[in-house]
């Protein structure tokens, strides 16, 4: 039986691991081709490798969001190698927690540039393919930070950026059936959580202990449940969801 985005080219954007990983995953195995760029070459060649030995079509290449340049050839690579981009998910991101007074000029700027500049050239990149065809899906990845989280002025700015980030794209490329949105993760097991757990000085164990018991469903979040709300907003079916934010955090948060 065919996946669900069978003949599809996903394009993900911190895709060696994490919540990135787990996307790019749910796509391989539900029939898409994966294009996957990374910083971290170790693990995009780790996660490249394993993704090829089960048989999937993969692009991988080590690319920096923040230059343009590198976004913009990846993505033609992508386009080149599959013959469309379908699918952009704007994954990466990174964490420069501190309290305000404490907070550089240089943590602010790594977190505004990463998520938000990132996520800018990987959109204009994939736009002109995805209006070529006619077809596309935009799926940003924001933060229950963006409610606002202490420690992450930073964090928390350029993720509530990134959801009036999304709703414009809704309105300005709907029209070219391309659709805009957002997953808000809550508390999920990743890398990232350790090394805030490590900042703060609490063990993983801890801090999963902590964040469940403020959970309403009574668990912490693992990055499937991620990819499975970004693969809601990838679907075809899903196209006249536009513009939204899905906040994917074990309960309410807003």
């Excluded at 509530?160 to 997953?183: H, M, P």
């Excluded at 912490?220 to 906040?247: C, L, R």
């Amino acid at each position: 039986m065919a996946g669900r985005f069978e003949g599809r080219v996903a394009f993900v954007t911190g895709g060696s691991r994490g919540i990135g990983k787990g996307i790019v995953e749910l796509f391989a195995e539900e029939g898409a081709k994966v294009a996957l760029i990374d910083l971290n070459e170790e693990a995009l060649s780790e996660t490249a490798s394993e993704l090829k030995e089960k048989g999937y079509e993969v692009y991988a290449k080590v690319a920096n969001v923040v230059d343009p340049e590198q976004v913009e050839a990846a993505v033609k690579e992508a386009h080149d190698a599959f013959g469309r981009i379908d699918i952009l998910v704007n994954n990466a991101g990174v964490i420069r927690d501190n309290l305000l007074f404490k907070m550089t000029d240089a943590d602010w700027q790594t977190v505004m540039d990463v998520h938000l500049k990132g996520s800018f050239n990987a959109a204009r990149a994939a736009q002109k393919y995805m209006v070529e065809q006619k077809y596309g899906r935009i799926i940003n990845i924001s933060s229950t930070s963006a409610l606002g989280n202490r420690g992450q002025a930073n964090y928390a700015a350029a993720k509530a950026g990134l959801q009036g980030f999304t709703k414009t794209l809704a309105i300005e490329l709907g029209r070219y059936g391309i659709t805009a949105n957002s997953v808000a993760p809550g508390f999920i097991e990743t890398d990232m959580t350790k090394a805030t757990a490590e900042r703060i000085g609490v063990s993983f164990e801890q801090m999963i202990q902590a964040s469940v018991a403020a959970i309403p469903v009574g668990r912490s979040g693992k990055p499937a449940d991620i990819a499975n709300a970004v693969a809601f907003f990838a679907d075809e079916k899903s196209s006249f969801v536009n513009g939204q934010v899905i906040y994917v955090a074990g309960g309410p948060k807003c």
